[in-house]
């Protein structure tokens, strides 16, 4: 980052809350919050009975609140029932609100649509209607391979307003993940669209699906819901693909909710953990539902009267917890993009901003990241130029952000006047775990500062001790919450032994490094795995591994993560081939095309950076892959660490040549 800031003195600021801001917020001044906080410690069941009785619309009530008797497989609000969609759209119609605006959309050539509550509610009782006319419902599993659209939202909204278990898959991802994760959950529906347009190219999803249903076992799906998108030609399979248009065509707007019951699997989402495989992260229905409606109104201090606008794609978690589900469920007007932030120019956010008064903004520190270089070189779009005076309220996830980017984002967006609430949370927690609230928490950039109300997170040694302030060690939540993940798809052992391992007795390990200051904020160090974070997206180490070495021309291959000053984290890939290290040209022709092999094996978004080759990879005598000395070398720096255990040290001179 080429700002003059010294990071040591801005790590020092704090930031209170804007006296007019906490003045009307929901959660105002520490003492407000540290009451809650000790309300829903002192009476944990009666505090959530509480929540889930004020928010939700059940159809059949619940007694009792939190079950632990088969720890770690806990449920909340077991024996009620309720649904979802119910919750996020007749709610609204009831309280006389069928015409505010739910949703703005903005696609990606600027054209502007907007849906009300009503027309929202209608169009997502035809597509179930249209959905259970082929045959699908409760406990079906559909998955969606869709553009940032109306449609993707409504489609989502309709599994689970008949109970079908949606899993959405990043339309990033390639045809061959997309074919793991289609049999993986037994997916006898796909909805998809022709294709997604994307900074103005045209980038075909159906042909992915096409594809992806080719390969073994694929076979398993019945039907192919297409959204014409883009127009153009596309293939059609007689019997098995129908539009998206001819489905709700002549379906009423009214479908009746199916009720379900509170544990009934809202979603599937697929995530990258430490295997090659990756975890479908099974979440419940009122649990969630809860926690992303709750901490919508906390977090973001949101009110019916604001534009709210969360930058993410649904394919990931913050566009299920904080676009579909906890927006709509609070009673949000929102605005949905569907292109990236740099097209036709670095102002594209700005404008929007500016052309929708958008009031609270949430994005990932990596669009700031890359804002902040933009309007470096191109000093018209700069945040300056615009209007931004609507905005009262900064958001960031996915990452850690960086104390610069973070004041870049404070002064230049938010003109030192909008919070910042820099959210830490997972897949995995269906919601914010660690974040200020905006009203209340006095800021430090670069921290996520506190848990939540009803959240009891610490930091803990191997085995499971709390550490002083200042010393590092594993994040850990150490009572359940009502968004944590159920189970992983199919693989109850690898739930337990991923999230629960034995040594913590029974916390909740998030699997990243923490430590805490003397005010007791939390500050995130990073993972604890190969997990890299690449422009806010989590990918797997050992699923880009795995790809590789699925190659004929490969014979190993480590993956390790570099730090990049705009996506957070570079892929950095280690290659061992068949035959011996090329260099010059042909390294470089074998790294492209290997680049494209990572590209259709896993998807666009998992392609190397940078390839190094060498003869062998640096191992311990017991033959593990030292991916510490990988990420030295990686950054281009000096290994001046212990290599004594090394079996072959020659080989990290080897991997000097970059391409
Ligand atoms: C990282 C995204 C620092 C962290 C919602 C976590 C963060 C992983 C933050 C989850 C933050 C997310 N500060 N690190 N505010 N938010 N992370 O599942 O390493 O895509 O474990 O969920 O992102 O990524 P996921």
């Not at 090659?276 to 977090?299: D, F, I, M, N, R």
């Not at 500062?449 to 994040?475: F, H, K, Q, S, W």
């Not at 850990?476 to 968004?483: D, F, H, L, S, T």
């Not at 180490?541 to 984290?569: F, K, N, Q």
Request: overall charge negative; aromatic content about 10%; some cysteine.
């Amino acid at each position: 980052m080429s700002s003059p800031i010294n990071t040591m003195l801005i790590e020092s600021r704090v930031f209170n809350p804007p006296k007019e801001f906490a003045a009307q917020a929901r959660i105002s001044g520490m003492a407000q919050y540290s009451a809650l906080c000790e309300e829903a410690a002192r009476d944990p069941d009666a505090f959530w009975r509480k929540m889930a009785e004020s928010e939700l619309v059940w159809r059949k009530p619940f007694t009792k609140v939190l079950d632990e008797s088969d720890a770690p497989f806990y449920t909340w609000f077991e024996d009620g029932e309720l649904n979802v969609s119910e919750n996020c759209l007749d709610v609204h119609l009831n309280n006389g609100n069928a015409d505010k605006i739910a949703i703005i959309f903005e696609s990606d050539d600027g054209s502007v649509q907007t849906v009300t509550y009503g027309e929202l509610h209608a169009r997502v009782c035809r597509i179930a209607n249209g959905i259970r006319a082929l045959g699908y419902g409760m406990g079906d599993r559909a998955i969606l391979y869709m553009p940032m659209s109306v449609e993707a939202i409504a489609t989502m909204q309709a599994c689970a307003r008949l109970g079908l278990v949606h899993s959405v898959v990043f339309g990033g991802f390639s045809a061959r993940s997309l074919h793991q994760r289609i049999v993986d959950v037994g997916a006898r529906l796909v909805l998809t669209a022709d294709a997604q347009m994307r900074g103005g190219r045209r980038i075909p999803l159906k042909e992915a699906v096409d594809e992806a249903l080719g390969y073994e076992g694929g076979d398993v799906v019945r039907n192919v819901v297409v959204y014409q998108r883009a127009g153009g030609e596309v293939q059609w399979v007689e019997g098995r693909d129908v539009w998206l248009h001819d489905l709700e065509q002549n379906q009423p707007e009214q479908c009746e909710p199916v009720s379900v019951p509170a544990e009934h699997p809202l979603f599937v989402l697929y995530t990258s953990g430490s295997t090659g495989k990756p975890k479908g992260v099974q979440h419940s229905s009122a649990g969630y539902l809860l926690w992303t409606k709750l901490t919508t109104q906390w977090t973001f201090d949101a009110t019916p009267e604001d534009v709210f606008w969360c930058t993410a794609d649904v394919g990931w978690v913050t566009g299920h917890s904080y676009i579909v589900y906890g927006a709509l469920a609070a009673g949000l007007t929102q605005v949905v993009f569907e292109g990236v932030p740099t097209y036709p120019h670095a102002g594209r956010y700005w404008e929007m901003i500016q052309r929708h008064k958008v009031t609270i903004f949430y994005t990932a520190p990596t669009a700031i990241r890359s804002l902040i270089k933009a309007s470096e070189q191109e000093p018209m779009h700069h945040p300056g130029r615009y209007d931004l005076s609507s905005l009262r309220l900064l958001g960031s996830v996915g990452e850690p952000i960086n104390p610069e980017a973070w004041m870049w984002y404070y002064e230049n967006v938010g003109a030192s006047r909008c919070p910042v609430v820099d959210t830490w949370w997972q897949t995995e927690t269906g919601g914010h775990i660690l974040t200020p609230l905006p009203g209340a928490t006095p800021l430090k950039p670069g921290s996520c500062t506190l848990p939540l109300p009803g959240i009891d997170a610490a930091v803990v040694d191997e085995a499971g001790n709390e550490l002083p302030t200042g010393a590092g060690g594993l994040l850990v939540i150490r009572r359940p919450w009502p968004a944590m993940i159920r189970a992983v798809w199919g693989d109850p052992a690898r739930y337990r032994n991923s999230y629960f391992p034995e040594e913590l007795r029974g916390m909740y390990m998030a699997g990243d490094n923490a430590q805490r200051d003397e005010d007791g904020y939390f500050w995130i160090l990073g993972r604890t795995d190969d997990v890299l974070s690449v422009s806010g997206h989590r990918l797997g180490g050992t699923e880009i591994e795995s790809a590789l070495v699925a190659h004929e021309l490969v014979a190993e291959a480590a993956v390790v993560g570099r730090p990049d000053a705009t996506t957070g984290e570079a892929v950095v890939a280690f290659i061992m081939l068949k035959q011996a290290a090329p260099a010059g040209d042909e390294a470089e022709t074998i790294a492209e095309y290997l680049r494209d092999w990572v590209a259709q094996q896993v998807g666009p978004i998992a392609k190397p950076r940078d390839i190094r080759f060498g003869n062998s990879l640096p191992k311990t005598r017991s033959g593990k892959i030292m991916r510490r000395l990988l990420r030295l070398v990686a950054e281009g720096r000096d290994i001046d660490q212990d290599t004594s255990t090394l079996e072959n040290p020659d080989v990290l001179k080897q991997f000097s040549g970059v391409y």
